[in-house]
């Protein structure tokens, strides 16, 4: 069970901490940002 | 030796003839175009033609194209023959065998660089029997381009004066160029067995190459006539041309159309060579020709799908750089009256996932090992249905007054808010990454990893598409229905861009993995039952008739203009036909073409039967 569960939870916040970044970038390259501002 | 040295002969041929064509696509913008432009104005001719749309002089000599102000007087007609129908029927036939002959030399050069890299016999084949399919098909192109471009003589003389006036120089290389073509592919095909083993074989690679070159820029020229007409450049506000011919090739919508197409040629081939390898399988008696059949519409599938995935993005930017250049001509498209048609579209591409799926669960049955990824099928097929019935819900429905009364308004209170885009670009995502689960646990099932970080792999690819899953909602959700239209429509790029990360990453990952994995036992190419191939085939008349709708749609957001706030179409036929007409002139388009690609399939089938006539031929010596 640890082989699985320690590797899964590095490895989804390792890609969820990635995939907000990106998040991140893209909307800051087209102005925006990733929280809604009026 | 002798066989080194021929072959890296052959990579410097393969390599000069590649620097070339880059060199060549590269220096089109200053160099040939440029060269096009000097040619226009040199060769313009002030008395070769009256207003309507003919090349005239100006003052100062240099040419000038005027469009032409059209009545319904300007349209020949011929009893009994709706010039509209024709012309569309004819052009929606060409475009869908020039899309077929442009993208099957295209998987046939990287299946024949696989064979000649693995030196495995069967993929030689394979690249020669799909290359044979397109040989007849590539006749019936040229044909239809032939009347094509008779009846655009003959029903639109005047629309087709004034383009011919301004792409005059394209269309002129365009025809030579078509002589490159058939050269090129008649050399190629008829060479292979010829052109086989060391530096031979790389100079038919290399013919390859020059073939898929060739093609690329047909398609390339073509395409700037038709955006031509729908985002003109190098015009005008009064359509009045001064001989500028790269700007008008190089118009606002060129690339997105040349990047879509190029995309969905590779899908649509795929397919169509999928319909034949099913077709031969249905046919075969034996078993070797099964198992061949099997695995080149596996091949085939793959290659379909593989381009399939990213076409949803391709079309999407093609789309928003419609809306970019003309914002009426985006509403109509996706808000107006062709709204409907893409609700249909919208079916059949959740049928393509659906059909290219089912086939893959189907094909685990060759492999002894897919009994451990079995239990799995049924969650895919799931979330596909559920996605494919997201991704085509409609926004508004047609209804009665009773029915929008008991309603309480035009939009349902549940399924209302899955109608607008971030619902269905969200569903489109989990689609496409499943699919790719798809293949991913297709790949696995005949394999055992040997690797000793296979549990942490697993589990990291888990976590892979959960996050990057979980992403994709939290813009879809997020954006989609708390916040305004501009973050709606910027948030559509994270989520792609996260799909294909979740791709390429779990891919990579998959192959490190399996790098040095055991088989379970030998895959049984042809252990496939034969709905498998009714799968296949399902895919090669939804893409062609997705393709003919959505061209349509392409065509018809023009409206009353032949070429956009220029030339306006005076025709009797200048009307948008109602959706169910429209739907029927696709429809019957797509039972011709099938019709035809059924020809062409018997043709190759019967090009191998001998009769032995005994008793007909003088004995020898007699």
């Known amino acids: 069970m640890k082989d699985y569960v320690i590797p899964f939870v590095a490895a989804f916040v390792a890609f969820g901490v990635l995939f907000l970044a990106l998040d991140f970038a893209v909307m800051r390259l087209q102005g925006l940002t990733l929280i809604f501002q009026q | 030796m002798r066989q080194r040295h021929s072959g890296v ?65 300007d349209y020949p007609r011929i009893a009994g023959v709706n010039g509209r129908v024709v012309v569309w029927l004819v ?40 290359i044979k399919v397109s040989i007849t098909a590539y006749s019936l192109t040229a044909i ?24 005059k120089e394209s269309m ?25 083993g060391g530096f031979r074989k790389w100079v038919h690679l290399t013919l390859g190459l020059l073939l898929n070159a060739v093609g690329t820029v047909l398609m390339l020229l073509a395409n700037a006539w038709v955006t031509f007409m729908m985002s003109p450049a190098g015009v005008d506000s009064a359509g009045v041309y001064s001989g500028d011919a790269w700007a008008a090739i190089h118009n606002f919508l060129w690339n997105p159309i040349n990047l879509h197409r190029f995309v969905a040629n590779i899908a649509f081939g795929g397919s169509i060579v999928g319909a034949y390898a099913a077709f031969k399988f249905l046919s075969a008696t034996r078993a070797e020709e099964k198992a061949h059949y099997d695995w080149m519409g596996y091949t085939a599938n793959f290659i379909a799908i593989s381009a399939l ?40 591409i959740g049928t393509l996932f659906l059909a290219a799926n089912y086939y893959l669960w189907c094909g685990m049955g060759r492999s002894e090992g ?24 409609p926004h508004t429905l047609v209804l009665t007054n009773e029915e929008l009364k008991a309603l309480g308004g035009p939009y349902h209170k549940y399924l209302g808010p899955l109608g607008i885009m971030p619902a269905k670009n969200t569903a489109v995502n989990v689609m496409i990454l499943f699919t790719a689960l798809s293949f991913l646990i297709y790949r696995r099932a005949n394999k055992i990893a040997t690797a000793s970080w296979v549990r942490a792999g697993n589990a990291a690819q888990v976590a892979l598409f959960a996050s990057g899953i979980l992403n994709i909602f939290f813009l879809g959700i997020y954006h989609g229905y708390f916040t305004n239209t501009v973050y709606k429509v910027a948030a559509s790029i994270p989520q792609v861009l996260t799909t294909l990360i979740v791709i390429i990453a779990s891919t990579v990952i998959d192959s490190l993995m399996y790098r040095r994995a055991r088989e379970v036992a030998p895959l049984r190419w042809g252990r496939v039952p034969p709905r498998a191939q009714y ?60 019709a035809m690609v059924l020809f062409v399939f018997w043709l190759s089938q019967v090009s191998g039967t001998k009769t032995h006539a005994a008793g007909y031929w003088k004995a020898e010596g007699a």
């Open chain 2, 309 to 348: 995935l990213p076409l949803p993005f391709a079309g999407y930017y093609l789309a928003a750089e419609i809306y970019a250049y003309s914002q009426q001509m985006g509403i109509t498209l996706m808000g107006g009256i062709f709204a409907w048609l893409f609700i249909i579209q919208a079916v059949l």
């Open chain 2, 144 to 167: 239809l381009g032939g009347l094509l471009t008779f009846s655009l003589v003959l029903f639109y003389p005047d629309l087709f004066r004034y383009l011919s006036s301004i792409f």
């Open chain 2, 9 to 73: 002969a052959g990579r410097a041929v393969l390599v000069l003839v590649l620097a070339f064509v880059v060199v060549a696509a590269l220096g089109a913008g200053a160099g040939p175009f440029a060269a096009l432009t000097e040619a226009a104005a040199q060769t313009a001719d002030a008395g070769a033609g009256e207003a309507t749309g003919a090349a005239q002089a100006n003052g100062g000599g240099a040419p000038v194209v005027v469009p032409p102000k059209l009545t319904a007087a």
């Open chain 2, 91 to 130: 052009a929606q036939l060409h475009l869908w065998f020039a899309a077929f002959v442009l993208a099957v030399p295209i998987f046939v050069f990287i299946i024949e660089a696989i064979g000649m890299r693995t030196r495995d016999r069967r993929y030689d084949d394979m690249a020669y029997e799909f």
């Open chain 2, 370 to 393: 897919a009994v451990r990824y079995n239990r799995y099928v049924k969650y895919l097929a799931i979330v596909i249905v559920a996605a494919f019935l997201v991704w085509f819900t």
């Open chain 2, 172 to 196: 002129f290389y365009y025809a030579l160029l078509f002589f490159a073509e058939s050269a090129t592919l008649y050399v190629y095909y008829y060479g292979w067995q010829w052109l086989q």
């Open chain 2, 535 to 594: 799968a296949l085939f399902l895919l090669a008349v939804a893409f062609t008739w997705l393709m003919g709708l959505m061209g349509y749609i392409r065509s018809g957001i023009r409206q009353h203009w032949h070429v956009v706030d220029i030339v306006r179409d005076n025709s009797p036929d200048a009307f948008t036909p109602t959706l169910g007409y429209a739907a029927n002139v696709v429809s019957v388009g797509t039972i011709l073409f099938m």
